[in-house]
């Protein structure tokens, strides 16, 4: 049985008329031979439309049950899809995600999924039916339903396609992964092969096309995946293990991440434990850190930074007052309009140069650098989110239109 899993996006389901586009691809797999097995996201808005409406009732309802109202976004659009493919004449039935099950632990609003259940998926299959799967959502062993965060249908679509040995095809509004963000760098270029480990930075820097869970669910598996546009034939991009991309160039993409924001301790005192408290506070409350800074120590005290998701910021700010109260620090700042510039590409293992330049090129545009960090594969800094928009232009321009000019001119001559 060749199968296929596609997931289509909260737009791709905006309305009725697009789930029957959806609807006459998932047949045109199924014509070349596939048994497919969809995976939906909720309509579009419909899971800002729920938060909006619990926020009207609480600032921060209980997670518990904000997994119970946002698990019916994802459970609207598959009766609609199912429904869609039936009028059609193609049988089709929809499962909630407890259905299958998709097992997850019990870390509500962001759950990691575990385990999945593929017998009834398979007996669909086997009986001619099309299985359509609400994406972002599972139940823990003792059957509380959960949800995977924001993107969590992408990592549904791929924790599937590993559990069924199958190739996994993204469905959404873009026609692939770009080397920037096309609505910022107009002549960003189309990538047509990326390697796992790439996009897993990309997606984690503020690339939007893809969940970073989804990202590793595919390197551990080898889960091949195509991104693709719903509303185009066009090939989009494949992200394959790193021996399927021939083209090892220094940088891939620049992205900007505005999602973040920085909280700074200031006056912490400098002695061993101090760090440990503050970050083992947020990594039980399952806060999880991106940048650190730490000032040198000047007279027994140093400043301390870091980076939290916008979504984590207010009760990562409440968490660490309540330790610098403790601690003795002189105050906590929080700065709400920081943005992460990144450029990443595996062809940096070798190259030497790409911090300096990106530096200099920051520098003379007049942006300040917060904060740094590195990987084998990407350099990201931390800046005020006035300029993102700009570094992704300049650095766009120093990195990869001056790549593509270069590799042009060893083509000929060659």
Known sequence: MKIIVQKFGGTSVANLERIELCARRVIESLKKGYKPVVVSSAMAGETDSLINLAKKISPRPPEREMDMLLAVGEQKAIALFAMTLNKMGYPAASLCGWQLPIITDNVHTKARIRKIGIRRLLNLLEEG?????????????????????????????????????????????????????????????????????????????????????????????????????????????????????????????????????????????????????????????????????????????????????????????????????????????????????????????????????????LAKNGINIMAISTSEIKISCLIEEKYAELAVRVLHEEFIEEMEEFETINGKSE
């Open 129 to 361: 039916y099309i299985p359509v799967v609400a994406g972002f959502q599972g139940v823990t062993e003792d059957w509380e339903i959960t949800t995977l965060g924001r993107g969590g249908s992408d990592t549904t679509a791929v924790a599937l396609a590993a559990a069924l040995k199958a190739d996994c095809e993204i469905n959404t509004d873009v026609p692939g992964v770009f080397t920037a963000d096309p609505r910022i760098v107009p002549n960003a270029r189309k990538i047509k092969k990326i390697s796992y480990e790439e996009m897993l930075e990309l997606a984690s820097l503020g690339a939007k096309v893809m969940q970073i869970r989804s990202v590793e669910f595919a390197a551990k598996y080898k889960v091949r995946i195509h991104v693709r546009s719903t509303f185009s034939d066009e090939e989009g991009t494949w992200i394959v293990p790193e021996d399927e991309v021939m083209e090892k160039v220094v940088v891939r993409g620049v992205t900007a991440d505005t999602s973040e924001s920085r909280i700074t301790v200031v006056r912490v005192p400098d002695k061993p434990g101090i760090a440990a408290e503050i970050f083992k506070a947020l990594g039980d409350a399952h806060i999880v850190i991106d940048m650190i800074v730490q000032n040198v120590s000047h007279e027994g005290y140093t400043d301390m930074s870091f980076t939290v998701n916008k979504n984590d910021a207010d009760k990562a700010e409440e968490i660490v007052r309540k330790i610098a109260e403790k601690i003795g620090a002189k105050e906590v700042i929080r700065d709400d309009k920081v943005a992460k510039i990144s450029v990443v590409g595996i062809g940096m293992r070798s190259a030497y140069g790409v911090a300096g330049r990106m530096f200099e090129i």
